[in-house]
């Protein structure tokens, strides 16, 4: 399996402190059975992305493991002004494995109408947009059709696994499964920040998509869709998204 969306450098942001908690973290990441994880610290107003610093603590990191565990870098990108421009000017920086895939989280408090056109500059500029765990966001919870709208012009989306075990909420696990089966769901991925209440594991999500949807969409969310972005290429796991039903309209019938 594939991570491509953790919080593993130490230091970096409300990730991994130490770098002896990264460590506890990738050993359970080689435990679980991954075999390539993207770092991707926030890239916000509140932490502020170092590329340099990242890529040094990346490469700390990776001498320690060895080939147990191939390390990459990412970013958890906010479209917020400093970014955007930041982009513009190197955009492979922010992106996964330095490819053009992009994780883009979104602020849960407002997400203005001009975001969509934010999210079809970033596509004319090249880049595939991945929506980071919507079920976790209470504006797209409760305007799932901006997600689907995304979607059906050419984003993708990514939920967390823990979500998908009850670890979010009731409310989070019910929404990823109804996206997954809508067709709006391309990436599983951990979001793991520490060794404890946001452990790097796949392995249980995993099986539980096996059991819900079968092993061959379990693969396309953990396994082949990851290496493709991880890569640079093109997804090979892209289910059709389900049409929009609209409401039924009781009719009233008024007689005289």
Known sequence: MIDLHCHILPGIDDGAKTMEESLAMAESAIGDGITHVVATPHASSEYKFEY?????????????????????????????????????????????????????????????????????????????????????NGILRAKPERLAQWVRVGCYGQITAGSLLGTFGPGAKSDALSWISQGLIHFVSSDAHNTRSRPLSLRPA???????????????????????????????????????????????????
């Open 52 to 136: 340099e610093r990242v890529r040094t603590k990346r490469d700390e990191l990776q001498a320690m493991l060895g080939e147990r565990l191939q390390l990459a870098t990412g970013c958890d990108f906010h479209l917020n002004p400093e970014n955007l421009a930041a982009l513009k000017k190197s955009p492979e920086q922010f992106c996964l494995n330095q490819k053009d895939y992009l994780l883009v989280e979104f602020n849960e408090f407002s997400i203005p109408p001009a975001m969509d056109q934010m999210i079809h500059q970033l596509q004319l500029a090249g880049l595939r947009p991945i929506v980071t765990h919507p079920e976790r």
């Open 206 to 256: 995993f099986d539980f998509v096996a059991v819900q949807f079968g092993e061959e969409t379990a693969r396309g969310l953990f396994v082949d869709n990851p290496r493709a972005a991880f890569e640079g290429r093109a997804l090979p796991y892209v289910p059709e998204v389900a049409e929009r039903r609209e409401p039924k309209i009781r009719k009233r019938f008024f007689f005289f």
